[in-house]
Nanobody, 125 residues
Framework: QVQLVESGGGLVQAGGSLRLSCAASGRTFGGNVMGWFRQAPGKEREFVAAIRWRGGSTDYADSVKGRFTISGDNAKNTVYLQMNKLKPEDTAIYYC??????????????????WGQGTQVTVSS
């Protein structure tokens, strides 16, 4: 079993920045994928970004490309989401997710096996 704990959420003005962290503990594994999803009130959960530990390849939702950066520290089993130029529409609960293996695209939440409890990000206009 893998436990994921997010941190770093908060309230920020439009144009500001936040960095989210997700620490994985428990049964860790190599070759895995870690991602970030978000869910705004009244909306479905959506993909934000993901990273493959092996190779370090990343993927982003179009809505965050050029503003958000996902990175990881394998030694600490921690993944980060640096969010710059935040917009009010980025307001949501952000969830960290992990999967042992994903062979196809990284943007499908059903492919992830483990989820964190979420951290609130609120961007004021």
């Amino acid at each position: 079993q893998v436990q994921l704990v997010e941190s770093g959420g908060g309230l920020v003005q439009a144009g500001g920045s936040l960095r989210l962290s997700c620490a994985a503990s428990g049964r860790t594994f190599g070759g895995n994928v870690m991602g970030w999803f978000r869910q705004a009130p009244g909306k479905e959960r959506e993909f934000v970004a993901a990273i493959r530990w092996r190779g370090g390849s990343t993927d982003y939702a179009d809505s965050v490309k050029g503003r958000f950066t996902i990175s990881g520290d394998n030694a600490k089993n921690t993944v980060y989401l640096q969010m710059n130029k935040l917009k009010p529409e980025d307001t949501a609960i952000y969830y960290c997710a992990a999967a042992p293996v994903i062979w196809g695209p990284l943007d499908r939440d059903r492919d992830y096996d483990y989820w964190g409890q979420g951290t609130q990000v609120t961007v004021s206009s």
